[in-house]
């Protein structure tokens, strides 16, 4: 749970830095026909959709079982950016690294380890 923890922290991050290069973008580069308030507010979205991934991350590290839904359900509406990158985008190989990162971490969460794990089952078997 530890490595999905760190996978979906990562996530979060890029989800920041996104939103940091957003801001820059709209700061710095001029007629680009979309208002500064609007790209803006995408950040802001971005910024807490990041936040909330860091979180999550953090508390999958920090063995939460709280975490581990929200890791999940993040994953699994990740899939359409995977086949929006590979499908329409044409952006084959950052589809195929997106996909293999977002399957990846997708299966570490819903494995039995991990699931044994959210349910305490991992207590009763090795106490202390």
Known sequence: MRLAGVL????GLLALGFAVALVWRALTVEGTGLLVRDIVGEAGYFVVVGAALVAVGLGLVGSRRWARTP???????????????????RQLLLGIVAGVYVAGTFLLLISEPSRRWSMGLDEVEHPG
């Open 8 to 11: 979906v922290g990562a996530q």
């Open 71 to 89: 890791a999940i359900v993040t994953q699994l509406l990740l899939l359409p950016v995977v086949y929006t990158l590979l499908g329409p985008s």
